[in-house]
């Protein structure tokens, strides 16, 4: 039983759209959601990552909004970019616990 | 990812034989995570340890053991692999005051 539902699986973009992930969550003791970005062939790497005490986050192209009465999040690339084809994973942990429960994961494909 | 190394990065065995997969790391983090990821599901926690004499299970342990042989070494035990456990393994670490996690390159196993 996943504890983060992630969508969509997968998702094309032009270069120079947005791309949009959505994560939803129950589990009310989470209060930090990372997003992790993974190419082939490597491992996940943290990309950013929002606390509840802020509705959104920006860094550079990245941002993630957050609607906690709602208990979702989600990431949107800005100009996504060629470069940002990966495989994007939302995630979420009570920050005294440091287990991530992570989403299953969206592919994005950035097409130029 | 050269923080934390695992070996092998490929490993192909048969059902009922016993597979080993290590994890190294020179980030000095005192917190070790094994994961696996399958398609569709995202990266799952196996074990966890936060500390030499600390083990952990995860939401998905039965099929698997792990040894923390010092503060930088994590290894997972596979002890009579089955074909279900075919997956891609990965192993992280954190620092107890953060929350980010690091991962490695991860071992893709095959088990026949």
């Known amino acids: 039983q996943q504890q983060v539902k992630q969508s969509p699986q997968s998702l094309i973009v032009q270069k120079g759209g947005i791309s949009i992930i959505n994560c939803a969550y129950e589990?009310?003791?989470?209060?930090?959601f990372p997003w992790y970005q993974q190419f082939p062939g490597k491992g996940p790497a943290l990309l950013i990552a929002?606390?509840?005490?802020?509705s959104e986050k920006k860094e550079g192209r990245f941002t993630i909004s957050f609607n906690k009465s709602a208990k979702q999040f989600s990431l949107h690339i800005m100009d996504s970019q060629p470069g940002d084809s990966a495989t994007y994973f939302c995630?979420?942990?009570?920050?005294?616990?440091?287990?991530?429960?992570f989403g299953a994961g969206t592919t994005v494909t950035v097409r130029a | 990812d050269a923080d934390v190394t695992q070996t092998p990065r490929n490993r192909i065995t048969k059902t009922g034989k016993r597979i080993m997969l290590e994890c190294s790391q020179t980030?000095?983090?005192?917190?070790m995570y094994w994961y696996r990821q399958d398609p569709g599901l995202g990266l799952r926690l196996i074990y966890y340890?936060?500390?030499?004499?600390?083990?952990n299970k995860g939401e998905i342990s039965d099929g698997y053991s792990v040894s923390r042989q010092a503060q930088a070494k994590f290894s997972l035990s596979l002890e009579s692999a089955i074909p279900n456990q075919t997956a891609l393994y990965f192993c992280?670490?954190?620092?107890?005051?953060?929350?980010?996690?690091?991962f490695g390159p991860g071992t893709r196993l095959t088990v026949l």
């Open positions: 992280a670490t954190s620092d107890a005051a953060l929350n980010e996690q690091f």
């Open positions: 589990n009310t003791a989470f209060d930090y």
């Open positions: 929002i606390r509840p005490d802020v």
């Open positions: 995630a979420a942990t009570p920050s005294n616990d440091y287990k991530l429960s």
């Open positions: 980030k000095g983090h005192d917190r």
């Open positions: 340890s936060f500390d030499v004499k600390d083990i």
